[in-house]
T-cell receptor, first 117, second 109 residues
């Protein structure tokens, strides 16, 4: 299957600072990328969908000014957690899809574990 | 997207077939059935998807009932590395991938 890489795999930051997570599709061009968040012992929750070159679409309850998403190229999307607080500590996972509307599978990154202290 | 129902947990003996059921009684005609799995602290891994015909790949087989109201994912020879949470998701191509609670499969030596 296609490869999606996230960086970093884990990060610890101080409360009030911002953290950027990168998601790259290594061997295909991703017209659509997705960002999920997963708290311990819970399922993945979709945060937002981003299409290359356009603004991200956020799910209800997700603050767009706190979770900044940029999808500037067909192989890179970034999620910036601004002014992070301990309650933002979570496992953040991205996925990428080649075609927005076709029934093709989405491929996932390995996830980024964020701890805010 | 149609809702899916999966048992919360299952055990399977190593080397035996693991059969994971999924109910999706409200599935519509253009919705596909997707299966993903998530091994602890990793991103989900795509397994297989199908519309109405049975599908098989190197990882698993997907059996969809004729009325499409349920399906079964079959891992033919389960290994310890197949221990994971398995998610059954029903969606159209244009819709996003929303995860339910899945089935936690434990493969026992």
């Amino acid at each position: 299957g296609a490869v999606v890489s996230q960086h970093p795999s884990w990060v610890i930051c101080k409360s009030g600072t911002s953290v950027k997570i990168e998601c790259r599709s290594l061997d295909f061009q991703a017209t659509t990328m997705f960002w999920y968040r997963q708290f311990p012992k819970q399922s993945l929750m979709l945060m937002a969908t981003s299409n290359e070159g356009s603004k991200a679409t956020y799910e209800q309850g997700v603050e767009k000014d706190k979770f900044l998403i940029n999808h500037a190229s067909l192989t890179l999307s970034t999620l910036t957690v601004t002014s992070a607080h301990p309650e933002d500590s979570s496992f953040y996972i991205c996925s990428a899809k080649m075609y927005r509307d076709r029934n093709t599978e989405a491929f996932f990154g390995q996830g980024t574990r964020l701890t805010v202290v | 997207d149609a809702k899916t129902t999966q048992p919360p947990s299952m055990d399977c003996a190593e080397g035996r077939a693991a059969n994971l059921p999924c109910n999706h009684s409200t599935i519509s005609g253009n919705e596909y059935v997707y299966w993903y799995r998530q091994i602890h602290s990793q991103g989900p891994q795509y397994i297989i998807h199908g519309l109405k015909n049975n599908e098989t790949n190197e990882m698993a087989s997907l059996i969809i009932t004729e009325d499409r109201k349920s399906s079964t994912l079959i891992l033919p020879h389960a290994t310890l590395r197949d221990t994971a949470v398995y998610y059954c998701i029903v969606k159209t191509g244009a819709n996003n991938l929303f995860f339910g609670t899945g089935t936690r499969l434990t493969v026992i030596p």
